[in-house]
């Protein structure tokens, strides 16, 4: 009986001490909720909704706000799941390069509704896939009505430039061959954005230096290509 006794002692003692430890936020109203949960995630809602909706996607992607400092953001191709790490926000300067990333990764997440083999090939060869969701999140992005040239503004930020592209030691490809292949698909199927003023951002601007001689010799190709196509 007396351990009996202990033992439910014991149990109401954990209890009690869980209890103690809820945090509850007071004083929270529809006119202030957001200042009082964050308008970090409000943010992310709204504008992955928008994405969703505006490019008719009729699948379930649900996104997510991890309050994980990391600089990270990704699709859970097992449950199409989208996370973004609040790190993630000391590095997006406006709603463009936000959509960006999550039209990215709404991308891989739509992808994954392939199937088991289409899951099983996303992870053995994910620089394709990669890069896959970089042009289809432009498209995503444009449809919804943001600013594509923020694709190359974020990831020349985020993106990494590993020494080797090849094999498993990097899940990614080299974050130069990411950007130029984004400029490509915009110079080629959205030009107008060329002119847009994300092109005098400080992060465009080291994009273009960084990346002249790569641009340069693709515009140069362009012009051949558009004068054989005028003879």
């Not at 000391?90 to 289409?118: C, P, Q, T």
């Not at 060329?194 to 693709?218: C, D, Q, R, V, W």
Request: net charge positive.
């Amino acid at each position: 009986m007396k351990k009996i006794l202990l033992l439910l002692g014991l149990l109401l003692i954990g209890a009690c001490s869980f209890a103690d430890e809820v945090l509850v936020v007071r004083g929270v109203s529809l006119d202030n909720f957001w200042n009082k949960k964050g308008i970090s995630e409000e943010k992310v809602i709204k504008i992955g909704q928008k994405i969703m909706l505006d490019n008719k996607i009729a699948k379930r992607v649900p996104i997510f706000v991890d309050t994980k400092k990391n600089v990270n953001a990704f699709s859970n191709l097992y449950d199409k799941t989208v996370t973004i790490h609040e790190g993630m926000f000391f590095y997006i300067d406006n709603d463009d390069e936000l959509a960006y990333v999550l039209s990215h990764e709404i991308a891989h997440s739509v992808e994954a509704y392939g199937g088991m083999i289409k899951y099983m090939a996303m992870n053995a060869n994910s620089k394709k896939y990669e890069q896959k969701a970089d042009l289809n999140g432009i498209d995503y992005m444009v449809k919804a009505g943001y600013d594509p040239i923020a694709a190359i503004t974020i990831g020349n930020k985020l993106f990494g430039e590993p020494i080797w592209d090849w094999g498993c030691t990097y899940l990614h490809p080299k974050g130069s061959k990411r950007l130029i292949e984004m400029y490509k698909y915009i110079y080629v199927k959205y030009p107008k954005y060329l002119n847009s003023p994300l092109t005098k951002t400080p992060s465009y601007k080291n994009f273009e230096y960084a990346m002249n001689k790569e641009i340069n010799a693709f515009k140069q190709k362009q012009k051949r290509k558009q004068m054989k196509d005028e003879l």
